[in-house]
């Protein structure tokens, strides 16, 4: 089982996307926990206005909501009364069992996974702790679980299963909410997961999977409001169908959202921006002659290069993934050497040298003067057999200047007496 907790500042947000899957026909609310009437009795309204009354007990605390999933093995087959103890004991131990809290089961992917939605104010107004809550409680609770109901161990499970998928592609004919939903499973995956520092590094994480962050051109309305809107991409990286504002998403993946991860991300970071350095450097050195020849050696070493170009395919930027790590670092953050002028800059000289040293190579091999020791090669003997074997028509062995006038003289005419 793996568990993945996430703080939030707006309940109706995490409880909406739930109850869209609902709507959808991909997701089911299969427990109301602390709840005055069964689930089967409530409204969304009820829902909802149960988690924000508590919220409200302390208003100090801006981020007061809780959104969880836990995600099983694909081939496990689990029941919803075992999904229903499975969260109720998970939620015991992490500290959230006497909070109010819903179970939604979902349908959309291809392993058995349940969202919970809660609070983190108690019914006197305290907060619940989550900090390190992961770390503290999470996996301790994950690994009590795991033994009790015989579950595969999240060290067990296949990594695949977790990783991103690109977003479907839909168009101009797509719903809206079928848009928002395929650009909400990205977001989840990236926003929290991968390191940035820009909108220019997020986007060339997100363009992998068909989405893009959008803010409009300068003079825009969207831009000078400080607005934030998502989009689809086709397969070309054109943007289509319907865009979506930032806000309409439960995380509210806005610009205030970005910026902060901006300077959380900045300081987390430095330590790897040394050791991305590193494995650049080494590929940069071992022989290579071209950014697409440096692309495949980054490759090797799961690092994606992206490259940035203008209209008329000129590249003007370079950005830097490393997916095993999820770090994304622009060429000009790691220094100027890295650039995508540097870089283009060092191929050229390279290319120049190299092609200069290969010359000079050929003229000095040529120039057998130079070598008292001059072997000539099989080649070159069986050439000049060839010369001395040819017709004499075919050899000149007299220079030009030293040739006799073509004319002749005219013999005098005699009288022979």
């Not at 149960?50 to 093995?73: C, D, P, Y």
């Not at 509210?252 to 970005?258: I, R, S, V, Y």
């Amino acid at each position: 089982m793996v568990a993945v907790i996430k703080s939030g500042r707006s309940i109706s947000r995490i409880l909406n996307y739930n109850e869209n899957k609902v709507k959808l026909g991909v997701a089911k609310c299969i427990l109301a926990s602390n709840y005055p009437m069964d689930k089967e009795n409530l409204s969304i309204t009820h829902k909802l206005n149960r988690l924000i009354n508590q919220a409200k007990l302390n208003e100090n605390v801006k981020t007061n909501s809780i959104h969880i999933s836990l995600n099983f093995a694909k081939d496990e087959t689990l029941d919803e009364d075992k999904l229903i103890a499975i969260a109720e004991d998970y939620m015991k131990a992490i500290g959230f069992g006497e909070q109010p809290f819903l179970v939604y089961k979902h349908n959309d992917a291809s392993h058995p996974h349940i969202h919970i939605v809660t609070t983190k104010i108690q019914a006197d107004g305290s907060r619940i702790d989550t900090q390190n809550i992961g770390k503290n409680k999470s996996e301790p609770a994950r690994i009590a679980i795991e033994k009790k109901y015989n579950l595969v161990e999240a060290s067990k499970q296949n990594k695949k299963e977790n990783t991103i998928k690109p977003a479907d592609i839909i168009g101009n004919g797509g719903t809206k909410l079928e848009t928002k939903n395929a650009i909400a499973k990205v977001l989840n995956a990236v926003l929290t997961n991968y390191n940035y520092t820009s909108i220019p590094e997020l986007n060339a994480v997100l363009k992998n999977y068909h989405v893009t962050a959008d803010r409009g051109k300068e003079t825009s309305r969207v831009y000078q409001k400080d607005g934030l809107y998502y989009r689809l991409l086709d397969a070309d990286g054109n943007k289509v169908s319907t865009p979506i504002k930032a806000s309409l998403f439960y995380q509210n993946p806005g610009l205030k959202f970005l910026e902060k991860r901006f300077l959380e991300n900045e300081k987390s970071r430095r330590p790897y921006r040394n050791l991305l350095k590193n494995k650049i450097d080494h590929a940069l050195n071992s022989g290579i002659n071209s950014i697409d020849e440096l692309k495949e050696k980054l490759e090797q070493q799961k690092i994606q290069l992206v490259c940035r170009t203008n209209p008329e395919g000129i590249i003007y930027g370079l950005t830097y993934i490393d997916h095993e790590n999820k770090y994304v670092f622009n060429g000009s953050k790691l220094g100027k050497a890295y650039s995508a002028k540097s870089i283009q800059e060092r191929f050229q000289i390279e290319t120049k040298q190299s092609f200069k040293e290969t010359k000079k190579a050929l003229l000095e091999r040529n120039d057998y003067s130079k070598s008292d020791n001059f072997q000539p090669s099989n080649n070159f003997q069986n050439t000049f057999l060839q010369v001395l074997l040819q017709a004499e028509n075919g050899y000149e062995p007299l220079p030009y200047q030293l040739k006799k006038s073509g004319k002749k003289k005219r013999r005098k005419n005699t009288t022979h007496l």
